[in-house]
């Protein structure tokens, strides 16, 4: 990326801000561009910069030599990480002191690596030992600021082990056309596998490559993720359609759009319920410690592993497809938390995951210029007659379908949901374009993803919609 670019970020940066909270301010509390702080950040960088930060995550195959170092960065960066929070946590019990990077640097360069009983910690690169210190300060500073939860001491028994490796240390000699990647002098040519597209990226811009995150999975996978400066263009996959859609998300099915289609639940776990209950019963049964039980854990996890990416290549599927075919996608802003409440649906709702595709739709919709619109949880969807707007409201789950007893509309219960999203979220785009003039108040990128409620005062519908 071109360092002329960055001169004055922090200056446009500042300006932005002030624009965006004084729009805020004259509009009553209403974002014009129904943004998150986090995600208006986000946009107003890519428009400055032009480009994006994204990251290709490449399946690594070391030999044996090459797994032995893997692990003993892994384990040194851990040990890092655990002795620094433990420092700085002693540091404001003892002295009400807070310590920052400075102070935890001269520490781990002056104490740590010079005492003999860590002298092992030496064969490592300190450049990649120091993001384990930035990692554990931006883990506390997110407690007090982000209200997450305290940092907690990393395990060698936790599901997933990473360390990042910063730019300067990765090898600028890589060019990806042996399928070989070179980090530090101690991992060189280390084999990859990815797709067709991973590996043109990797060699087109190779020079934009900013950090990469080194991690092992429970079941003993090698992964590397990239992080690279992808221009916006290069990251566009669908065309412009000029479509509109409403979708209703459920149990039974998992999508149903308002043309009709439905997308079906998979019950992948369903399909390896019994599978998973025969592994775990096994594995209680080995000796803790024993070899037989370690392998016996390494094919439980594997199972997992493999419903975790059946679910998520069909939720990517699934968003691929509503993306292809419309421009504006609105759906229910949904409480999936609360839903998990329910035990009679909990598990049922867990295995659809419905958080994670709402977090997919709107990444992608998002980075091809498309948006999604979230109508109010509240709204009564399905108890709504899509034809006159009567409300059923003695509707119940269980009443799949019904007919309407002022115009005798006969409604498939979820696709008159999702057409009755359609009409709220253009009703909600049109009520915010007229309190907001693009004239006057310019966007600052037209790759939006609109996060927008209805303002609709109806009861909540006893239950979730299916």
Request: glycine share 6%; with cysteine; hydrophobic share 35%.
């Amino acid at each position: 990326m071109d360092n002329a670019k960055h001169k004055n970020i922090n200056n446009m940066w500042n300006e932005c801000d002030e624009t965006f909270r004084s729009i805020y301010k004259d509009t009553g509390g209403f974002h014009p561009f129904g943004f998150s702080s986090q995600s208006a950040e986000r946009t107003v960088l890519r428009f400055l910069l032009d480009e994006m930060l994204r990251a290709l995550k490449i399946r690594l195959y070391p030999n044996g030599e090459q797994q032995t170092k893997i692990n003993k960065v892994l384990g040194c960066y851990r040990f890092v990480y655990n002795q620094c929070l433990e420092r700085k946590m002693n540091a404001y019990k003892e002295y009400e002191s807070s310590l920052g990077l400075t102070d935890l640097s001269k520490w781990f360069h002056g104490v740590l690596l010079k005492d003999e009983q860590y002298s092992w910690l030496k064969q490592q690169n300190t450049k990649v030992m120091k993001q384990a210190i930035r990692q554990m300060l931006t883990a506390y500073n997110n407690f007090f600021k982000l209200h997450r939860g305290f940092p907690k001491f990393k395990s060698k028994h936790d599901i997933i082990l990473s360390a990042l490796f910063p730019l300067e240390a990765i090898s600028s000699r890589n060019t990806f056309d042996d399928r070989k990647i070179t980090l530090t002098k101690d991992l060189s040519d280390i084999r990859f596998r990815c797709s067709k597209l991973y590996t043109n990226r990797l060699k087109m811009f190779k020079d934009n490559i900013r950090s990469a995150t080194l991690s092992r999975t429970k079941t003993g996978k090698y992964f590397l993720s990239v992080l690279m400066d992808i221009p916006d263009d290069e990251l566009v996959k669908f065309k412009r359609t000029g479509n509109a859609v409403g979708i209703d998300l459920g149990v039974k099915d998992f999508v149903i759009t308002s043309d009709g289609e439905v997308f079906e639940n998979k019950h992948f776990f369903n399909r390896t319920e019994h599978r998973i209950k025969v592994l775990q019963k096994q594995l209680s049964r080995k000796v803790k410690g024993s070899n037989n039980r370690m392998k016996q854990r390494i094919r439980l996890a594997r199972k997992f592993e493999q419903l975790t990416n059946q679910r998520e290549a069909y939720i990517h599927y699934v968003a691929n497809s509503l993306l292809k075919d419309y421009d504006t996608i609105c759906m229910e802003d949904l409480n999936v938390r609360g839903m998990l409440r329910n035990h009679k649906l909990a598990k049922a709702i867990a295995e659809v995951g419905l958080y994670r595709f709402r977090t997919v739709l709107t990444d992608k919709a998002m980075l091809n210029g498309k948006q999604v619109v979230f109508v109010d949880r509240f709204y009564p969807s399905s108890k709504t007659c899509s034809v006159c707007g009567y409300i059923k409201r003695d509707l119940t789950l269980a009443d799949r379908e019904w007919t309407c007893p002022e115009c005798g509309t006969h409604h498939e219960r979820d696709v008159n949901a999702s057409i009755n999203i359609l009409n709220e979220g253009k009703r909600i785009i049109g009520s915010r374009t007229a309190d907001f003039k693009p004239v006057e108040n310019p966007t600052v990128d037209d790759r939006l993803v609109t996060d927008l409620k209805s303002g609709g005062s109806a009861k909540q519908e006893g239950g979730t919609d299916e």
